[in-house]
């Protein structure tokens, strides 16, 4: 990319998803919903570039979209899981859990996503991120096996964010 079209669009995807993002909040698709939200989509990630780190290296937007779909349907799963548990299982029989996850991931964006990810999945709280950034401390609502929802999170996210990320 050139400097100038560099130093215009700091963040390319980002500006694309804004657009994108503008256009569904307004639900009404016209070229000047368009425009308006390319214009937002260039002004937003310029003004902010300064406070932004530098993009993270070997980024695999193709493994991105999976992984959406994997955590989308997870979130659906999840969301029934909670309302079964919530409506068949008294207090006094619930199993909450705190776990420790070992993350192998070591790229602060890459943690972000996977901690992102556990809190929006119905049931899970990412609580902590240990001082070395080494591993993730998650609380569970209920479960009879926490290493279970470990060994989860690592094969089913962690597994793929490091593919997404190297």
């Known amino acids: 990319m050139s400097r100038a079209l560099q130093w215009l669009l700091p963040h390319p995807y980002l500006t694309l998803l804004l657009a994108l993002v503008w256009i569904i909040l307004q639900n009404e698709i016209s070229a000047g919903m368009f425009v308006f939200g390319l214009i937002l989509g260039i002004i937003i ?92 401390l998650v609380h569970v609502l209920h479960t009879e096996d926490p290493d279970s929802v470990r060994d989860d999170i690592k094969q089913r996210y962690e597994k793929r964010l490091t593919e997404i990320f190297s």
């Open 45 to 136: 990630p310029w003004s902010t570039s300064v406070w932004w780190p530098d993009t993270p290296k070997g980024f695999r937007v193709s493994r991105m979209v999976p992984y959406i779909l994997i955590v989308l349907w997870d979130i659906v799963v999840a969301n029934l899981q909670v309302a079964w548990i919530v409506l068949t299982v008294p207090n006094a029989k619930l199993k909450p859990a705190w776990i420790v996850v070992p993350l192998d991931l070591r790229q602060p964006e890459a943690i972000t996503v996977l901690a992102g990810t556990i809190t929006l999945t119905p049931g899970t709280v990412s609580a902590d991120l240990s001082n070395e950034g080494h591993s993730l």
